[in-house]
Each structure stands twice: as structure tokens, then as C-alpha cells.
């Protein structure tokens, strides 16, 4: 699994969602899941897959969050075509943010809400595609002004990171403040972001709907990460942060995905009881309590 993973929490459609989303991008697969049994949810499910050769990890654990728009997934497409036929899916039964048309940024654009919440950007795109799906962070209310402040910490924190070009709103914008960021790209760990700020009075911000596990080979990598980026104290739990900003990390071990496909579901309860008392996971404890 990748060192960065997106986590999307669903009432109870993970499952289902997996399956949408392997059958209408190619090189995809689902490649595991674990039923997770007396959390504070009830009986929760993960399923991980592979979507475009990308990791994802899906959760049903209870109607508690809700995607919104200020982390999308934005699809890069080659033709026109492939942007028809995805948007097509991918907005049957949803609801529409930007409408499929000709933009200044791409010849075929469109922004949508799939029918579980999640938002696509579906764009057509000049050149190599070195990475379908790329997670795109949109800083407003509170968080408006701070993307490139949110880039810079990222790029500390992340030992293998770089940012990419930025382009800032200038003059005469309706709503946003020139020398904001109107479209910016950075890696983490090999993987490509996006971000942005937009002054529009949006009704929703940042929430644990949309998180990225980060997965740590040892102790100190989780104690790093967990030191660098948590800032909400009441939000630690079972290995849950938020930053500065209100972005919601996951600081697991690598070798909990392991430990939750084993398929033995005495070994699958003992690890799950173990790490609902936790904030910050022990993998000493974790491993203790896998070998029973």
C-alpha cells in the first residue's frame, strides 16, 4: 500500500461505492477489507482498493460525516470523450457544482457530487498523465487565504515533497482577495495534490469524511508525524489528527493493513479493541494484541 492513502467515510455504502468506482476506471480492482465488529459505529466495514493503480481505503461506519466540496478527486483525461462517458457516471444521481463545458483551464471540465456525496472534478488534459485521480483541497471560510501557508507545512512535515506551480487571483475578482491562490500543485510522498482557496461563502468546510492515512514502519515515524501535524487535541482518537487547517490525517502502521486482512476474525477483535482506547497507536501494543 502506498505511504499515502485517501480515506473516505460512508454511512453504509462503502462496499457499493467500491464496486461503482472499479467498474468505471480502468486498472482498477478491489484488493481487500475487514469487518470490524462493537465500535463505537457498531459493526463497521473497510474495503481498500485500487483505482487507476491509486490506493484508496472506503469505510462504512455510520451516517457521522459527509463529503463536501473541500476535498474533491479530479480526474485527468486524455479526450473529450473519456470525460463524457466518466461524467456521465459519475454525476448520474448526484448533483452538479460546475456544468460539463468549454473552460479557459480545459476544453471539457465539469464539477460534480457522485449519489454518495463525493466530488469529481472530471478535466481534460494536455500531455502525459503520470497520475489519474489527484486529491484537490479547497480552503474557505476560516481556512480561506492559508493554501499556500497549508502547502508549505505539508512540504516540511513530508520528507519526499515538492510544490509545483502556483497561479494567484489577481485584480478586479468578485470574491477573492488578490495574491490568493487560485490554483496550486505540490507531491507528498510520491503522491500529487492540488489546492486552492476560493472566497465564495460556502456553506461546508474541512471534515473526517475525506482523511489520508499516512503508514508508518515504526514507532518514531508515527510519533514524528503525530508531533508535526496534530493541532486538535479533542479530535485525536484511534489514530486521528487534524492540522492547523482542519485536514484530517490518519497516522497508522503499515502493518495494520496486514493485520486487518488476515481474515481471522479473533485476531481482527482483539487489534480493533486495543486501538479504540487509543489516541496516538502503539505498535507495540497493536502487535501485542494481534499474537494475542
Given amino acids: 500500500m502506498n505511504k499515502l492513502v485517501p480515506h473516505l467515510w460512508y454511512d453504509k455504502e462503502a462496499r457499493e461505492a467500491a464496486e461503482f468506482y472499479v467498474s ?9 477489507g475487514a469487518i470490524l465488529e462493537d465500535t463505537p459505529s457498531g459493526t463497521a466495514e473497510t474495503v481498500t482498493v485500487s483505482l487507476a493503480g491509486q490506493d484508496f481505503m472506503l469505510l462504512s ?3 457521522y460525516f459527509k463529503f463536501n466540496p473541500s476535498i ?10 473519456e470525460v463524457e462517458s466518466l461524467w456521465k457516471k459519475l454525476s448520474d444521481g448526484g448533483s452538479i457544482l460546475m456544468e ?12 460534480c457530487q457522485d449519489r454518495y456525496g463525493l466530488s469529481w472534478q472530471i478535466m481534460q488534459v494536455e500531455g502525459k498523465i503520470s497520475q489519474k485521480i489527484t486529491p484537490t483541497l479547497m480552503f474557505v471560510g476560516e481556512q480561506y487565504g492559508r493554501a499556500e501557508e497549508a502547502i508549505k507545512l505539508y512540504c516540511e512535515v513530508f520528507r519526499e515533497s ?5 497561479s494567484r487571483y489577481g485584480e478586479g475578482q468578485e470574491f477573492d ?6 490554483y496550486a500543485s505540490f507531491t507528498l510522498e510520491g503522491m500529487k495534490f492540488a489546492a486552492m482557496d476560493s472566497g465564495y ?3 461546508f468546510q474541512f471534515n473526517e469524511a475525506i482523511s489520508f492515512i499516512v503508514n508508518c514502519d515504526t514507532q518514531e515515524e508515527i510519533d514524528y508525524y503525530w508531533d508535526r501535524l496534530s493541532f486538535v487535541p479533542e479530535s485525536e482518537q484511534c489514530g486521528w489528527l487534524k492540522d492547523k487547517f482542519g485536514v484530517s490525517w490518519q497516522i497508522v502502521p503499515a502493518s495494520m493493513d496486514e493485520m486487518m486482512k488476515t481474515g481471522d476474525r479473533e485476531k ?9 482506547k487509543m489516541k496516538k497507536f502503539d505498535i507495540a501494543l497493536l502487535e501485542k494484541a494481534y499474537e494475542g
Avoid: N, Q
Fill in 162 to 166: 515538492k510544490a509545483g506551480d502556483i
Fill in 268 to 276: 481482527i477483535r482483539r487489534v480493533t479493541e486495543a486501538f479504540l
Fill in 177 to 182: 482577495t488578490p495574491g490568493t491562490v487560485m
Fill in 201 to 203: 461563502a460556502h456553506e
Fill in 61 to 63: 461506519a455510520g451516517p
Fill in 72 to 81: 474533491s478527486l479530479r480526474v485527468d483525461c486524455s479526450t473529450a470523450e
Fill in 100 to 111: 460539463l463545458d468549454s473552460y479557459p483551464f480545459s476544453p471539457r471540465y465539469g464539477w
Fill in 24 to 32: 468505471i476506471f480502468g486498472d482498477s480492482a478491489i484488493t481487500g
